[in-house]
């Protein structure tokens, strides 16, 4: 995927810090508004109806400016999760850096952080992150639905896949706590085992989500199958137009087999802070995110499956 254009604009907010609905509950930090690397699925395109921005997503970045935390500390215990709806390592971070700063300001605080990505320039900061992990809890995450790079490059404009996953890597090995999110995962085309085996010595965490798909994206996602993959069609329209669910229950089932197979825990809508054995990390089972969201990781869904 080509990289767009990027419209830059610099916003002034009264505090990064935001309350969060997501199922890990907390805060959720953004330190920037939209994200250049344009997820032709990315949930995150809703935002657009409250910033004000007319332009497609992927093409604008507002650089956030906030009064510094001053009192970090408040945060001890509480789970933020760094970049709910951006990238906070997105290309341009290499030179506004307020992922960087916000890192700065929180680590004393003896926060639960968790850092979403799919990039490569996590490791700038490095030595930084060691810093945080010896006062907070830390994990960074890194977002991998596809081992194909001729897919993930119809989807995106970040990262290679090679590229996040030797950056897990890394990171692990700097004694970190790292998760491989496998997030969409789309019917019929993400082989979630393939995936497992590939990060499995470098993650301590495997988190399962579903495609979901609503809002202005939906049709060409689903224009995209019809062109590239026509024989997903009747899947694609059993689950996104009819709203069957067995595809996805029959994953969740494969997934526990896969888990036990691998003397792996299974767990449902939860993440325990643990470092796991290498080759065994914890499977967290976040399919149907939509029923556990704002659940504050309990462990438990809204309605039965």
Not at 34 to 39: D, E, I, M, N, S
Not at 40 to 45: E, I, N
Not at 277 to 283: A, D, L
Request: glycine share 6%; proline share 4%; net charge negative.
């Amino acid at each position: 995927m080509e990289t767009a254009e990027i419209k830059l604009n610099h916003i002034e907010t009264k505090s990064v810090m935001t309350k969060s609905n997501t199922p890990l509950g907390g805060y959720s930090v953004n330190p920037y508004v939209g994200c250049p690397h344009a997820c032709r699925y990315c949930y995150a395109s809703f935002m657009k109806r409250f910033t004000g921005h007319t332009e497609p997503w992927g093409t604008f970045l507002d650089v956030k400016h906030w009064p510094a935390i001053k009192d970090a500390k408040k945060y001890a215990g509480q789970k933020i999760v760094i970049g709910t709806v951006t990238d906070g390592y997105n290309p341009l971070e290499e030179t506004y850096e307020n992922t960087r700063r916000l890192l700065e300001e929180l680590k004393d605080s003896g926060g639960d952080i968790v850092i979403c990505t799919k990039s490569d320039l996590v490791l700038r900061d490095l030595d930084l992150l060691k810093e945080v992990n010896e006062k907070c809890q830390l994990t960074v995450s890194w977002s991998v639905n596809t081992l194909d790079e001729e897919f993930r490059n119809d989807m995106d404009a970040a990262a290679s896949i090679e590229c996040r996953l030797s950056a897990m890597k890394k990171v692990y090995d700097a004694g970190i706590r790292t998760i491989c999110f496998i997030s969409p995962v789309f019917p019929g085309i993400t082989d979630i085992e393939a995936i497992f085996e590939r990060a499995k010595d470098q993650c301590d965490l495997i988190w399962l989500e579903n495609l979901n798909l609503r809002g202005g994206f939906k049709a060409d996602i689903m224009n995209y199958i019809a062109e590239k993959h026509p024989e997903l069609v009747p899947l694609y329209d059993s689950i996104y137009n009819k709203k069957e669910r067995s595809y996805f229950e029959n994953l969740e089932r494969k997934a526990r087999e896969m888990a036990e197979r691998n003397g792996c825990r299974f767990v449902d809508n939860e993440t325990p802070y643990e470092r796991v054995e290498k080759g065994h990390p914890t499977i967290v089972d976040y399919f149907y995110h939509e029923e556990v969201r704002g659940t504050q990781n309990s462990g438990q869904r809204r309605t039965n499956k």
